[in-house]
C-alpha cells in the first residue's frame, strides 16, 4: 500500500498568521491516465470531513482562496494564506492514484 | 441537491454481520463513483471499499473477504454487508461521492460498535 506521511501532525497558529502542512507518499502518485489523484480534506469538530483540494491544486466549490495546494511528484503542500477562527481541525491528504487509496495520519490545527 | 444518508448501524456481537444503506440523492448513484470511509473513535480516515469504473469493487486488505458493497440502482442506495466483525471494525462510517479521485460529498456517518 502506498503510506501517505503528513507533517507536523499538530500545529498551533496565530490567528491572521499562515499555515503549511506536508504530505509525502511513499511512491509516485502519477497514475496512468497522467493525473496525479491527490486530495485534501478538513474535518472540523464533530463534523464529516469536508474535501478542500482535488487533483494537487484544484479547490472545491466554496472553498475560501486562502486554502491552496501544490506538489508534485511525492510531496505536496496545503497552505492557509491567514488562519481564521472556523479553520480550526484536522486536515487529511488522500491519495487517489493507487488501489487500495490512503490517508495521510491527520494533521490538528489549532489556534495559538 | 446531493445528499447522502447512512443508516443500520449499531452495538453487534463478534463475529456478526451487519448491513449498512446509504440513501443518496441529487445524482444516480449509477453515474458516479462511490465508497465507504470508516473512523474509529478518536482515530484518523481510512478508505475501506468502492464501486468504481464498469461496476469495478475494491476494498482495504483489513476488510477483504469479510466485506462486499453493493448498489441497487432502482432504489439510488449503496450498501455495505459487513460479516465476521471484529472489535477493530468499531468506527463511524461515512458513505461517499467520488469525483477526481476523491470523494467531494460526505454522509454524516453511522456508528458501527463491535462489543460483546
Known amino acids: 500500500d502506498v503510506v501517505m506521511t503528513q507533517s507536523p501532525l499538530s500545529l498551533s497558529v496565530t490567528l491572521g498568521q499562515p499555515a503549511s502542512i506536508s504530505c509525502r507518499s511513499s511512491?509516485?502518485?502519477?497514475?496512468?491516465?497522467?493525473?496525479?489523484?491527490l486530495n485534501w480534506f478538513q474535518q472540523r469538530p464533530g463534523q464529516s470531513p469536508r474535501r478542500l483540494i482535488y487533483?494537487?491544486?484544484n479547490r472545491d466549490s466554496g472553498v475560501p482562496d486562502r486554502f491552496s495546494g501544490s506538489g508534485s511528484g511525492t510531496d505536496f503542500t496545503l497552505n492557509i494564506s491567514r488562519v481564521e477562527a472556523e479553520d480550526v481541525g484536522v486536515y487529511y491528504c488522500?491519495?487517489?492514484?493507487?488501489?487500495?487509496?490512503?490517508f495521510g495520519q491527520g494533521t490538528k490545527l489549532e489556534i495559538k | 441537491e446531493v445528499q447522502l444518508v447512512e443508516s443500520g448501524g449499531g452495538v453487534i456481537q463478534p463475529g456478526g454481520s451487519l448491513r449498512l444503506s446509504c440513501a443518496a440523492s441529487?445524482?444516480?448513484?449509477?453515474?458516479?463513483?462511490m465508497s465507504w470511509v470508516r473512523q474509529a473513535p478518536g482515530k484518523g480516515l481510512q478508505w475501506v471499499s468502492g464501486?468504481?469504473?464498469?461496476?469495478?469493487?475494491y476494498y482495504a486488505d483489513s476488510v477483504k473477504g469479510r466485506i462486499i458493497i453493493s448498489r441497487d440502482t432502482s432504489r439510488n442506495t449503496l450498501y455495505l454487508q459487513m460479516n465476521s466483525l471484529r472489535a477493530e471494525d468499531t468506527a463511524v462510517y461515512y458513505c461517499?461521492?467520488?469525483?477526481?479521485?476523491?470523494?467531494?460529498?460526505w454522509g454524516q456517518g453511522t456508528l458501527v460498535t463491535v462489543s460483546s
Open positions: 511512491q509516485s502518485l502519477v497514475h496512468s491516465d497522467g493525473n496525479i489523484y
Open positions: 487533483k494537487i491544486s
Open positions: 441529487g445524482f444516480s448513484v449509477s453515474s458516479k463513483y
Open positions: 488522500l491519495q487517489g492514484t493507487h488501489w487500495p487509496k490512503t
Open positions: 461517499t461521492r467520488e469525483v477526481d479521485g476523491g470523494p467531494d460529498y
Open positions: 464501486f468504481y469504473r464498469g461496476g469495478s469493487t
